[in-house]
């Protein structure tokens, strides 16, 4: 299947996003549009499956970006036997300095559809992971720590809180000093999830580059090592050199996107979701590129980061 790759510098200048693919449903209606959600799911899903399931969400500062930047995760991970979902929501006005309630509204929509319609999508209502990059890093990890900012009106009966998260160099932390601090003002117990963590926060994994300019190292350590004190788990990978966005399908030829992905697909087997080893295939390093080499080996077995 062909897909027109488009690098959104407009929308935000660390989110690389491809055409959405799988089939699209409206999960929710609200302030007169439609937000839709993008469903891809195994070639041999049925009905009547109990599939794991991961939702997630793109990032683009709250003010930018578009469905499509998880496309080819979202195909590695059906290809896995998981059921993924990638969600639209509500942008933030850039002349205003409203805080991501609408944003964090819509993401518990999301996680609520998805869960609610579990015998429909063939998947099982325990096992959803909330996923997404930067800003929807911190929309997936709100899941896992957050229980508020529930759209008014909506019925609450359906828990949204994810079973686990992978987060791509999340702005989970909006206290002073961190990014998101001046929308969130003086409200950041309502808005950040690193201030939230409780022993309920589900088993995570974190991916960061050493250079983000937007979230220090130390940020990382400090949430992990709060989860860990609160009983969780918490997993954390660092990679020397890489800045925000680095995660993204199509940089660096690949070689990030293929570590990031195995170390994920590697985390939910230890969760029990997955089983074997990883799929992906390996890309060739630059030197190893010959004129005539076309696919890649299987992946072997080796460290995730």
């Known amino acids: 299947m062909l897909r027109s790759l488009v690098c ?26 439609s937000l839709a959600m993008y469903v891809t799911k195994p070639d041999d899903w049925k009905p009547g499956d109990r599939r794991p399931a991961i939702l997630f969400f793109h990032g683009g500062g709250w003010v930018g970006g578009a469905p499509g930047q998880f496309t080819q995760h979202s195909t590695y991970f059906a ?11 509500r942008l933030l006005d850039k002349k205003k300095n409203d805080p991501p309630t609408v944003c964090i509204r819509d993401a518990r929509s999301a996680m609520r559809w998805v869960r609610s319609q579990a015998d429909r999508f063939g998947i099982d209502p325990d096992h959803i992971a909330s996923a997404g990059g930067s800003a929807g890093g911190h929309l997936a990890a709100t899941l896992g720590t957050i229980n508020q900012h529930d759209e008014p009106g909506e019925d609450t009966t359906t828990t949204t809180h994810s079973n686990a998260m992978l987060l791509f160099n999340p702005v989970f ?11 969130v003002g003086g409200r950041t117990a309502e808005f950040s999830p690193a201030h939230n963590v409780t022993s309920a926060t589900p088993p995570s994994i974190v991916f960061l580059g050493d250079q983000d300019a937007l979230i220090p190292v130390s940020t990382l350590e400090r949430f992990a090592a709060n989860v860990k004190a609160a009983g969780g788990r918490c997993e954390t990978l660092i990679f020397p050199g890489e800045g925000h966005g680095f995660f993204n399908y199509g940089k660096k030829g690949g070689q990030p996107y293929y570590k990031t992905v195995v170390a994920c697909d590697r985390f939910l087997s230890s969760l029990g979701w997955l089983e074997g080893e990883p799929t992906l295939a390996k890309p060739e390093s630059k030197s190893k590129k010959t004129k005539g080499s076309a696919k890649q080996p299987p992946a072997k077995k080796q460290p995730a980061s």
């Open 79 to 89: 290809s896995r036997g998981i059921v993924c979902f990638q969600a639209q929501y």
């Open 8 to 33: 959104a510098v407009v929308l935000s200048p660390f989110v690389c996003a491809e055409t959405p693919v799988g089939e699209k449903f409206d999960y929710k209606q609200v302030d007169g549009r």
């Open 173 to 183: 932390d909006n206290g002073p000093g961190e990014w998101g601090a001046k929308r």
